[in-house]
């Protein structure tokens, strides 16, 4: 064993993990991997929580008094997954105070119905931010153009907001303008700006997937040898745009009045590909400033064999622009990729929220009280 995720939280990298279940706060291993894993955050999404809701049975008291109700299935989605965010964010508190509020948080999601709808997406944040009432929660809204005001007006409102599915280096500077409007908003508003934080989840490993099966229907050597490549070069020259936007005036003047960068966040961290190293989306991502949320199965292969070797991102942009244009040259128009992983992104948590949807609704009939 090594002390690789000691190493990388020394490096600046928060680690969250990319999981959450009602048995994993009950048993007390959340709390061993914030004491032991130096898990340090929590994220969730609607495929999270489908498969907790529908595996064992850790939900069925609460299930069975929701049911005793007559209450809507939507209704008990929000009251079983904000229960769950609370809970998770109670035993997080500690890291939350101890970090000044950079860290101990938890992410809920908005229902990815409402992902282009941005009048609905900026209520949906307000109602979840009520019903988990924890200083310590994020509210996750995708970065499709209609999410980008909501996120906006979410800020604005001093909601603190994790944005997800990012996936082009256009679309992130675009969020974090809609970070930066956000907080002028909310300065205008005379709102403590020190007191909201952000994310921008920036997916990794879905590009190279997309990517390597374009160069793979190519089958040319010169193809083959770009392969893997993609995604940690888009992460890169993400970590650059960061590095840009946050060393303007525009900020300047924010942090003059307390706000917060908007850390990037390395999302789709596990590796897909069995020919690469499966903690290749943290090794070679590691920057100040910067959240790596993983799934269990990557954290502790990094916890376990992890090789940390210090900052991997700055100084390699040249690099990383140059792999991209490899790619671009062999007839793969990054704009196409990109735009297809962020609609099936969408697509995805729609499937998942449906089928949680489904699966709940027949845990309440199964638990329904008989007549009489």
């Known amino acids: 064993m090594t002390d690789a995720l000691k190493r990388l939280s020394e490096e600046g990298v928060a680690i969250w993990l990319d999981d959450l279940s009602r048995k994993r706060i009950t048993s007390g291993n959340l709390a061993e991997l914030i004491d032991q894993q130096h898990v340090v955050g929590v994220t969730t999404n609607p495929t999270i929580f489908q498969k907790a809701i529908s595996q064992g049975d850790g939900y069925d008291q609460q299930l069975s008094d929701l049911a005793a109700r007559g209450v809507t299935v939507e209704e008990a989605i929000r009251m079983i997954t904000t229960a769950d965010v609370r809970d998770a964010a109670d035993i997080l508190r500690p890291v939350f105070d101890a970090t ?3 860290d101990g948080r938890v992410s809920i999601e908005v229902d990815p119905r409402l992902a282009h709808n941005t009048k609905a997406t900026v209520a949906e944040a307000r109602q979840l931010a009520w019903l988990v009432d924890r200083p310590n929660t994020l509210i996750k809204i995708p970065a499709t153009k209609a999410g980008l005001p909501g996120i906006t007006e979410t800020i604005a409102n001093g909601i603190s907001v994790n944005v997800t599915l990012i996936f082009s280096l256009e679309r992130y500077r675009e969020v974090m303008d809609a970070y930066l409007s956000g907080l ?11 007191k909201i934080h952000s994310v921008a989840s920036f997916f ?11 160069i793979d229907a190519l089958g040319t050597d010169e193809a083959k040898a770009l392969r893997g490549k993609s995604a940690i070069a888009n992460a890169r020259l993400a970590y650059q745009a960061y590095e840009e936007v946050f060393s303007t005036d525009r900020w300047s003047a924010l942090e003059r009045e307390g706000a917060n960068k908007q850390r990037p966040l390395w999302a789709s961290t596990g590796v897909k590909d069995k020919a690469y190293k499966d903690t290749m989306y943290v090794t070679e991502l590691v920057a100040p400033n910067t959240v790596n949320t993983m ?16 900052n991997t991102l700055v100084g390699r942009y040249e690099q990383a622009r140059a792999d991209l244009d490899a790619v671009e040259q062999l007839g793969i128009k990054y704009d196409d990729v990109v735009r297809l992983l962020e609609e099936e992104g969408v697509e995805k948590f729609e499937a998942s929220w449906t089928d949680l949807l489904k699966s709940t609704e027949a845990e309440l009939q199964r638990l329904a009280p008989s007549e009489g």
Do not use: C, F, M
Not at 204 to 214: F, H, L, M
């Open 100 to 102: 000044g509020g950079q």
């Open 204 to 214: 990794v490993s879905r590009v190279d997937t997309e990517i390597n099966k374009r």
């Open 184 to 194: 002028e908003k909310a300065k205008a508003k005379g709102l403590d700006l020190s």
């Open 295 to 310: 799934p269990e199965a990557t954290l502790y292969a990094t916890e376990e064999h992890g090789e940390i070797t210090g």
